[in-house]
């Protein structure tokens, strides 16, 4: 990386300047998956932001964790266990929001099974595996919008965003049940946003590229793969999670009422979509 482009690199720790200008004060967002990575990211930003992020994990401790983090630096949030791939857990976590806040206003149906997935061919994948990610990755994302949205209806407002994956147009190897799932959940965004279109609520999914995070990975990409993946960006720098935030914090906004059933790609301009 040059040092120009180092300078502008964000930092991955502390709130990027631009956090507090989308105006999301106050607003109750549940993120799933919050407990490590980009969802703890996602959530100290919208906390240092003055919005609760809800910090829903199958980890508790990590989830509790997230939450101290940010009561330690002055902001609100909700650490709750949930496993995305059970209905009655999702259900209740969807209900405690409610009791507690007595709304939802955005959904970021982040949680996956991710950093622990190991690479294989794709018939060397175990059935339970498959059966596994596609009961997260795609039934999570399906329970969660289920579960928010009577109360957005009710609303007339509310904002779901789901999390697909670069490695969709890449068609990344040996990842066939990751790819598949995350192919998925795009499918499932544009039809989810014709069905709640008419109640105000918008539902959009963002395409990440590679992100490093401060999670170790079954398969870490090495420094190669990373700079000749880096190579290949318009933007030629590493990702962070904190790239992630203006695109989720916008979305969550009035301003982007109008924007709905899309799939749009942070990766630094390594994909197109013309
Ligand atoms: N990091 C990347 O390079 C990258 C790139 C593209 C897309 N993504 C996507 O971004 C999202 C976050 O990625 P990450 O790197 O932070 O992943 P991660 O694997 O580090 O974190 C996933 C989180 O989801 C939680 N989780 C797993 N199963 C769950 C369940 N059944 N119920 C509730 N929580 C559960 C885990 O406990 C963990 O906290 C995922 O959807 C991932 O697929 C990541």
Redesign the pocket.
């Known amino acids: 990386m040059s040092e120009a482009l180092a300078t502008h690199a964000p930092k991955d720790s502390g709130v990027p300047a631009f956090a507090r200008d989308f105006g999301v004060q106050d607003r109750v967002v549940i993120i ?2 919050a ?5 703890r990211e996602l959530a100290r930003q919208f906390a240092a932001a003055g919005a609760i992020p809800v910090i829903a ?3 508790q401790k ?1 989830a509790e964790s997230v939450s101290s983090e940010i009561a330690a630096a002055g902001g609100s949030s909700l650490a709750l266990e ?4 059970d209905k009655g857990s999702v259900d209740e976590m969807v209900a405690a929001v409610l009791k507690e806040f007595g709304r939802v206003d955005a959904l970021v149906n ?7 997935l190991e690479k294989r061919p794709f018939d060397q994948i175990p059935l339970a595996e498959w059966e596994r990610v596609m009961k ?1 990755n795609i039934t ?1 994302t399906f329970l969660g919008a289920c579960a928010v949205a009577p109360s957005m209806r009710k609303a007339g407002w509310g904002r779901i965003i789901n ?1 697909s ?2 490695s969709v147009p890449r068609g990344t190897v040996n990842y066939l049940h990751y790819v598949t799932s ?1 192919s998925a959940v795009i499918g499932m965004t544009n039809s989810l946003a014709r069905e709640l279109g008419p109640f105000g609520i918008t539902v959009n999914c963002i395409r ?1 590229g ?2 490093a ?1 401060e ?1 170790e990975r079954t398969v870490n990409p090495t420094a190669e793969v990373r700079k000749r993946n880096a190579d290949l960006q318009c933007i030629p720098r590493g990702m962070m999670p904190t790239d992630l935030v203006g695109l989720m914090m916008f979305l969550t906004t009035p301003a982007a009422s109008f924007i709905t059933g899309q799939t749009i790609a942070c990766d630094g301009g390594y994909t197109h979509s013309n």
């Open positions: 799933t998956g407990g490590q990575g980009i969802g994990d199958l980890n990590n949930v496993d995305v791939a982040n949680a996956s099974i991710f950093a622990t997260v999570g999390i994956s670069d995350k990440p590679s992100v995070t999670v």
